[in-house]
């Protein structure tokens, strides 16, 4: 069974930080670039953060650039997010991705299998 789950979700204040891991079943990730995207309360879903095959580029949103890190470890076929210097912004349910396709040039692709999401809430 193809599965994406997240853990590492939850609550906390602003300034501190959080990992996310994501396990992924049923297929191997050493194949697909991956990603974190996340769904805040009124907003549409947005991309995160992005990471290649072998892990040597990665990508992010303005928003997160330089507090988030994305990462993956494709022996154990889990990714990573370390989310630092959190603010009540970024509360939101996060969800891990395995894209099918994806283009460096406009940073964006289709999304072949999306995790369950975990809820971050930040409080000031």
Request: proline share 2%; aromatic share 12%; hydrophobic share 30%.
């Amino acid at each position: 069974q193809v599965q994406m789950v997240e853990s590492g979700g939850g609550s906390v204040q602003a300034g501190g930080s959080l990992r996310l891991s994501c396990a992924v079943s049923g297929f191997t990730i050493t194949y697909y670039y991956l990603g974190w995207f996340r769904q805040r309360p009124g907003k549409e879903r947005e991309e995160v953060a992005v990471i290649s095959t072998d892990g040597t580029w990665t990508e992010y949103s303005d928003s997160v650039k330089g507090r988030f890190t994305i990462s993956r470890f494709n022996a154990q076929n889990t990714m990573f997010l370390q989310m630092s210097s959190l603010k009540p912004e970024d509360t939101a349910m996060y969800y891990c991705a395995a894209f099918g396709t994806f283009s460096r040039t406009s940073k964006s692709g289709s999304v072949r299998t999306w995790g369950q999401g975990t809820q971050v809430t930040v409080s000031s």
